[in-house]
């Protein structure tokens, strides 16, 4: 997205004004470089946890998934080559690559945003309607693939605009806009309303009717023997995705905020430190893609314990046999009175409707029981 700044008018200059001094490109470099590894090597842990134990195949799990597919993905292939490019304020990778680099990152922010915002309708749903059906496996991944239907159909300007520009002493990557003056201004107002205001509202609505209902009332349909387990289990969860959003949001703000203001006012392109600022708030966006996988260890206890398994080889990192139950299938234990009333350990998506399902098998057992003592006593008769 770095290249969105440079258009036509900077073709006018042969010389290049962006050469930085070798300590300030030195400093830069290990800021991004930071983001690059925390982000790949994080996201790609939390991939690893989710596909590799069963109990973490949730819907909330399957999204925040897709979340981190993106989030390395952008990591990967756009935090440094945007740096380079940012930096330099010249392109060394060719034609093709220009379209990919203009085009992916919307692609990817766009996935990560809508797929903050299925979760939140789904946590909406569970908490204020959970007598409702929730979404199948492949539900979850039909709204996936829509996501990223669109994210392709939004970002595909981008790529078909994209081309470069050899100058004398440095090549360009810009997105050639029909009408230079006002597209690329149009379509990122465009973008940062689809893809930054709306699903922020979204979910700003829907995760103050949760909190209202987790911290202000009683869950709907919710009276069980457990129910300040699940309360309490529920609000982990809710609290953990509205710190991810606001993570999030808080990122990119500067981002979108800079490309407004230098949309609205062109003379703040030629200010003198307008590209120490562009690679501060080109940081600051870049950096969302790491944040998640720290938050999850911190606030998810089954997270932690995956990663406590990627890491136990560090001597600092115990893995307790705790840790170890926290990633296996939750299964049906034999109980004194019936292995159908007693569960290894409680899922927060249980209905508060267990209690009377075990009380009505044992009577139909001891009916049952009472029905072969009336046919033996038939048959002595």
């Known amino acids: 997205m770095a290249s969105e700044r440079v258009g036509p008018n900077s073709t006018r200059n042969l010389t290049n004004q962006f ?37 973490m195949r949730t819907v909330t799990n399957y999204f925040l998934l897709n979340l981190a597919f993106s989030d390395v993905s952008m990591a990967a292939f756009n935090t440094l080559i945007n740096f380079v490019y940012a930096a330099h304020g010249d392109w060394y990778f060719g034609e093709v690559y220009c379209r990919f680099h203009n085009f992916f990152p919307v692609t990817a922010v766009f996935a990560s945003i809508y797929s903050m915002s299925a979760i939140a309708i789904d946590r909406y749903m569970a908490i204020i309607h959970p007598l409702k059906p929730r979404l199948s496996a492949k539900a979850t991944m039909g709204v ?24 004398p002493r440095r090549t360009l990557c810009y997105v050639a806009w029909p009408r230079m003056a006002d597209d690329h201004f149009m379509y990122h107002i465009i973008v940062t309303v689809l893809v930054y205001l709306l699903p922020l509202v979204v979910m700003g609505i829907t ?22 387990g699940q309360l ?13 959003v606001v993570t999030f949001a808080l990122s990119w703000l500067p981002y979108h905020v800079f490309f407004i203001a230098t949309g609205l006012n062109k003379r703040l392109s030629k200010w003198k430190y307008i590209q120490q600022v562009y690679l501060s708030v080109l940081w600051l966006a870049m950096s969302s893609t790491m944040y998640n996988p720290i938050i999850y260890c911190c606030l998810n206890n089954r997270f ?20 170890e139950l926290q990633l296996q299938n939750t299964r049906l234990r034999p109980g004194h009175q019936s292995s159908m009333c007693t569960l290894s350990r409680v899922d927060t998506s249980i209905l508060s409707k267990n209690k009377s399902t075990c009380s009505l098998f044992k009577f139909l057992k001891r009916t049952k029981v009472c029905l072969n003592f009336l046919e033996l006593s038939k048959s002595h008769f």
């Open 19 to 55: 050469v930085q001094p070798a300590w300030r490109i030195a400093l830069w470099s290990v800021a991004y470089s930071t983001v690059l590894a925390v982000a790949v090597f994080g996201n790609l842990i939390v991939i690893w946890i989710i596909l590799a134990h069963k109990r």
């Open 144 to 167: 996936i693939v829509c996501i990223w239907s669109l994210a392709v159909v939004l970002a595909f300007p981008l790529c078909y605009f994209s081309t470069t520009k050899t100058l």
């Open 207 to 228: 995760y103050t009717i949760v909190g209202v209902t987790l911290w202000g009332g009683e869950i709907p349909g919710d009276s069980s023997d457990n129910y300040h």
């Open 232 to 244: 309490r289990a529920k609000r982990k969860v809710v609290k953990m995705m509205i710190i991810v």
């Open 304 to 323: 932690r314990a995956g990663f406590k398994q990627v890491f136990r080889w560090c001597p600092f990192v115990r893995v307790s046999s705790y840790d």
